[in-house]
């Protein structure tokens, strides 16, 4: 989904597999692609050849509606490194927290929370977050979120990190490099892997805490941030009790991914200007959020990106989808997938293809009617709140032992 209306996918509409109508099932067991221009033919010739235009200059952010001209001026500022973004999310925190949303208005009262940064081993100051159970609520495990494509960890996710927190669960939450709070260029991925890399890095050192010391912890990715989970457990395949997935990135169908030719194209053009940005872009917003109230709360998220997909991020998740496609049977942690199955960003077949192929015999998928992509932030009040208990109670029935 990633948001110019806040989505942690902002790229056009993905469709994985061709379309087939699915209804809500649950497997019992014990989402944000880059924009990818179709090729045309050439009718002189005959040949294919693929067409892209390039923008390098910021698009400016349209005036958002029931806020005053200072912070609309706050919020337009070119948003490329991360000292201007710190400043415009340090600006809004007190409108957002007055939106009417859920993840808002019903937030736990209690709940501890703490900010600060890590220098990673790439000399970037990584922004992270935690919240705890209110003092006196015994601590059953911790739960190590990886966020979307665009997106950060400041927002919506605030909301349902408290919910969690509630149910007495240790939330720790990470920008990745060029997104939400932390350094590097906004939107920029120059490496998957060590997207991946800084996931392992940061969160080693919180599972060290004394806090959590013989505790279950668990790996929770969405959209894009799923593809990232899979990928530290793919890299770690023990570091972990469990990865939790919702609407996960992890395949791309053979009708939508670029011919050869384009692709080899995109990867020479990343290689001499990887920080370009594609043209043009699609609004995913219509098709992230169901409920129209809140995707129009959508854009208070201000810094996220919603800029064109770069050369080098473009390439970059194309790669990793195809590694994460040949690699899935290895997949076994145990495993829980949450998907709408209306989801037109990430397909959900994609999701059901990973629970069949993953090697884990503890798996469980569960496709909700009629949701959309951002089923934990755009959906009816009770299907959110129905999303955050099915994640608690999977939680609950690995910790108990403990």
Known sequence: MDLSLTLRFRSPELSLFPRKSISSINFPGRQHAPIIPRHKTNPETGLSAPKLHLIVTAKKRSPIEGVSEELNAIASQNLDM??????????????????????????????ITEEWYERNSKGLQIFCKSWMPQPGVRIKGALCFCHGY????????????KQIAASGYAIYALDHPGFGLSEGLHGYIPSFDELADNVIENYTKIKGRPELRGLRRFLFGQSMGGAVALKVHL??????????????????????????????????????????????????APLAFRELRKRKM?????????????????????????EIEKQVERVSSPLLILHGAADRVTDPLVSQFLYEKASTNDK???????????????????????????????LDSRCSLN
């Open 82 to 111: 991360a000292p201007a973004r710190r400043r415009v999310r340090s600006a809004f925190v007190e409108v957002q927290q007055q939106l009417d949303h859920c993840l808002f208005k019903m937030a736990p009262t209690g709940i």
């Open 150 to 161: 665009g997106d950060t960890c400041t927002f919506f996710f605030e909301g349902i990190a």
């Open 235 to 284: 890299k770690e395949p023990h570091g972990w009790d469990g990865v939790i997935l919702v609407a996960p990135m992890c395949k791309i169908a053979e009708d939508v991914k670029p011919p050869a030719p384009v692709l080899k194209v995109l990867t020479l053009m990343s290689k001499v200007m990887p920080k370009a940005k594609l043209f043009p872009k699609k609004d995913l």
């Open 298 to 322: 959508a854009v208070y998220n201000v810094i996220c990106y919603n800029g064109q997909t770069r050369l080098k991020t473009a390439v970059e998740l194309l790669k990793v989808t195809s």
């Open 364 to 394: 469980t998928l569960k496709l909700y009617e009629d949701g959309y992509h951002c089923i934990l932030e755009g959906e009816p009040d009770d299907r959110i709140f129905e999303v955050l208990n099915d994640i608690v109670a999977w």
